[in-house]
């Protein structure tokens, strides 16, 4: 090859290789697994499995924090809380990957002894191995520099801080000022202090703290909706029944995903969009590739 | 070493028993309690006697207390000796403390001069008795200061011992738990009373410094009552006098054998004399009526309490209105009036509570309602699917409802104060008490409203409004308000507290989409 052609070739090469490498990254998009079915455990693990399985995520010994949403005095069929079957199946992918223990809790907003009996999610669990589902202890709650838009500092909750694997099991419903409550508002069940204070910058604040804390792996309960009065509903007229389970690494195209369920768009939910802007996340549908499981 | 007399092995079983009860007083698990819990109570003569002239009429309930009364006629005042579990703390600490002799002012019929005022007082509608009730006492010297204190000692503790040795603490989880599950209070709250509470326990064992069961012979409202039944019964000490050769038995009796005759209406019944008579000649048996007993009381006495209970009943009653408008009473609880003749200020409503939002009241409703229930929604609120507090009252003041009708009960109504509000004082979001609103309608609502921000710029902001109709005074909002100290919405106390219709109950608007498929059950997912 001539010296010419050469250095006239890596030219050209500098010129159209970054652009096309840039686009095949960019047609990876982030997944969410899509799984439907009245078996709710088993769309679970179909969802977990369409995303390489949950030894993708949790490597033998490790110690693992399963996040589901038990903010509320509510039996599971009003969509307040996570459903229990989901919960579990994800737990006992957990100790299926080799989790040395999983440890399942939230911040609620009623009464924690009745939230963890009311949801379900403590019986469900009851009586397995190397499973604790805790109680939230004021004193581990540990102060963290966030640097944020809008919050500075945080109260994190240190067994969420501390854990190998963090898995966020949000349910998929309706909220009186955020419009949707998914995976990104999910994280405010380890947040301590006075979290009512946030709602004044809520999208801003959730991504305050989503940027600096991220799930590895968020799994939405979408088997059945609260679709209004949320987050609390309590009217079975507000639910419907959708038999889905998403799972995702990128938490907002999970959240993104799920927006569409309501019939709403992701750019309509300002949490998203926000954590979209900030480089949360992917949240274009037409840059997710949805993968039914 | 002697072994436990039966007296004393029914003692330590009913305070053994009475302190399970007072730990089970809790939320466990389980929307019911056990039913025993106020066991206590309902079998009090006291509280059954003074319940009953308040509410002019027969309490099912306490059916329990009248029995005992009626049993204490034929078997004296074994309740006393026998069950009372103040009376047993007294009993184990008494010999620890050495005695001065006794009062002379509590001599005679200083009991008397408390007992009627108070029983009076509750025939013209002031049902006070419970103040000086001993099992109340006890429970409310458990409840508002031995407990709380214990788990805040206990908690505090585990928690300094995190900030020593950081998540390496969790190597003690086990038996910290064990405490924790079934020995400490699960909330740590503190009582505005908890010092009064402590102060009457500890007066009644200071009086052990004077006599033995010096409160229970002196003072004791309840053991008076026993007294004034026990003194017509058939049941008879013999001999019913010291023995000329002998009188051990005044060494042995903690009650009534200062004197030559022994007084039925101060025996405890609790066998000392016989199980230590030398040469076993006492025993208790019936013997018919007893003649020989002098008047129970002279007609000063009664008079006196007559008047007395009168005055009572007329000068307690002063309520500032002010304080009023805060007197928020547990659920189901509709007429002041009514729930002041019943409650017996036990104490019981306060330690279930699951989210320690009732107090005692100390003189916002009066001195008349002094120990009653007040909830107060800056420090709790009233969780909307419990039904704990009804469960355990033992006369009913508060009732004991089915949770679909409890939810309904108007405790009283949220109201905004617009002047601290957020939305309205900042004009920034917020909504926390809309979340909170555990009606599924939502008595908080809020609309979007365009506004002018402080800038001049236009701004879009959620305000909320209340719909009254729909408040059941919960409290949850004013709880959980993020505003520091006084929230901007409060719960005020309403007169009308008829409950919130049914038909609120069906939704207010159809939900956005048809719910899909046919399943009566979404929980059940059967639609694919």
């Known amino acids: 090859m001539e010296r010419r052609r050469f250095i006239k070739l890596l030219g050209l090469c500098s010129i159209f290789l970054p652009g096309s490498l840039r686009q095949l990254l960019a047609a990876q998009g982030p997944v969410v697994a899509v799984s439907q079915g009245s078996d709710h455990a088993a769309a679970a693990r179909r969802a977990i499995a369409a995303l390489g399985g949950m030894q993708r995520f949790v490597k033998a010994g490790q110690t693992v924090v399963v996040k589901p949403n038990i903010g509320w005095d509510r039996a599971p069929q009003y969509a307040a809380t996570t459903n229990p079957a989901v919960v579990k199946a994800v737990v006992e992918e957990c100790l299926k990957a080799g989790a040395k223990k999983v440890k399942v809790f939230d911040r609620t907003c009623n009464d924690a002894r009745r939230c963890y009996a009311s949801s379900g999610i403590e019986s469900a669990l009851k009586g397995m191995k190397n499973v604790e589902v805790k109680h939230l202890e004021e004193e581990r709650f540990k102060k963290v520099a966030l640097n944020g838009r809008v919050l500075k500092e945080c109260e994190l909750y240190g067994e969420a801080l501390s854990a190998d694997v963090y898995i966020n099991v949000p349910v998929a419903k309706h909220h009186g000022l955020s419009r949707l409550t998914l995976g990104m508002k999910n994280v405010m069940g380890i947040m301590g202090g006075n979290r009512g204070s946030i709602h004044k910058n809520l999208d801003q604040a959730l991504a305050d703290v989503n940027g600096y804390f991220r799930p590895q792996l968020t799994v939405i309960d979408a088997t059945r909706i609260l679709t209004a009065h949320g987050p609390q509903g309590g009217n079975l007229a507000d639910v419907e029944v959708l038999n889905q389970v998403l799972a995702s690494t990128d938490m907002v195209a999970a959240d993104a995903y799920a927006t569409t369920l309501f019939g709403l768009k992701p750019s309509d939910i300002a949490v998203t969009r926000t954590a979209y802007q900030r480089g949360l996340g992917e949240m274009n549908l037409d840059r997710i590739r949805v993968v039914k499981a | ?528």
């Open chain 2, 1 to 528: 070493m002697r072994l436990p007399r039966p007296p004393r092995i029914s003692q330590l079983f009913f305070l053994l028993l009475f302190l399970v009860l007072f730990l089970l007083t809790e939320y466990r698990g389980s929307d019911r309690i056990v039913a025993a819990v106020n066991g206590f109570f309902r079998a009090d003569p006291l509280t059954a006697v003074s319940s009953m002239l308040a509410v002019k009429g027969y309490l099912p309930l306490l059916f329990p207390g009248l029995l005992m009364l009626a049993l204490s006629l034929f078997l004296g005042r074994f309740f006393c000796g026998w069950i009372c579990p103040l009376g047993t703390v007294l009993d184990l600490a008494t010999d620890r403390i050495g005695k001065l002799g006794p009062i002379r002012v509590l001599q005679g019929r200083a009991k008397y001069w408390l007992l009627l005022p108070l029983l009076f007082a509750s025939l013209f509608g002031l049902n006070v008795a419970g103040i000086l009730d001993p099992i109340a006492i006890l429970l409310r010297a458990l409840t508002f200061f031995f407990h709380p204190l214990l788990g805040e000692t206990a908690r505090g503790g585990w928690k300094s011992l995190y900030g020593l040795l950081g998540d390496r603490r969790d190597l003690l989880d086990p038996g910290y738990h064990l405490l924790r599950d079934y020995l400490l209070p699960f909330r740590e709250t503190l009582y505005p009373l908890a010092f009064l509470s402590a102060l009457l326990f500890f007066l009644v064992l200071f009086l052990e410094r004077y006599e033995k069961r010096c409160w229970c012979r002196r003072l004791c409202p309840l053991g008076t009552l026993l007294g004034l039944v026990s003194r017509f019964g058939p049941l008879r000490r013999i001999p019913a006098k010291l023995c000329p050769d002998c009188r051990a038995c005044r060494e042995h009796c903690p009650t009534s054998f200062d004197r030559e005759l022994l007084q039925m209406d101060e025996c405890i019944l609790c066998l000392q004399c016989a199980l230590n008579c030398p040469s076993q000649r006492v025993r208790f048996d019936w013997r018919g009526m007893r003649p020989e007993t002098g008047p129970v009381m002279e007609r000063r006495v009664l008079l006196g309490g007559l008047f007395g209970g009168f005055v009572l009943a007329r000068t307690f009653r002063f309520r500032e209105p002010e304080a009023q408008a805060r007197m928020l009473r547990p659920p189901g609880v509709r007429e002041e009036g009514e729930f002041l003749e019943k409650c017996v200020r036990c104490g019981e409503c306060m330690k279930v509570c699951l989210r320690s939002a009732l107090y005692p009241a100390l003189l916002q409703a009066g001195p008349e309602a002094l120990y009653t229930p007040v909830l107060v929604p800056r420090l709790g609120y009233c969780e909307y699917n419990c039904t704990l507090c009804g469960q355990v009252c033992p006369t009913g003041a508060i009732p004991d409802l089915a949770v679909e009708a409890k939810k309904r009960e108007v405790i009283g109504k949220a109201v905004f104060d617009k002047n601290h509000c957020l939305p309205f004082a900042k004009r920034v979001d917020c909504i926390v008490c809309e979340e909170h609103c555990p009606i599924p309608q939502k008595a908080i609502r809020s609309e979007l409203v365009e506004v002018t921000g402080f800038q001049g710029e236009k701004l879009q902001v959620k305000q909320p409004y209340l719909v009254t109709e729909l408040c059941n005074g919960c409290g949850i909002c004013e709880n959980v308000c993020p505003l520091e100290g006084k929230s901007a919405i409060e719960v005020f106390a309403v007169k009308d507290r008829t409950p919130i219709p049914l038909s609120a109950d069906a939704p207010s608007a159809p939900p956005s989409r048809p719910p899909g498929g046919a399943s009566p059950d979404p929980y059940a997912g059967s639609n694919g």
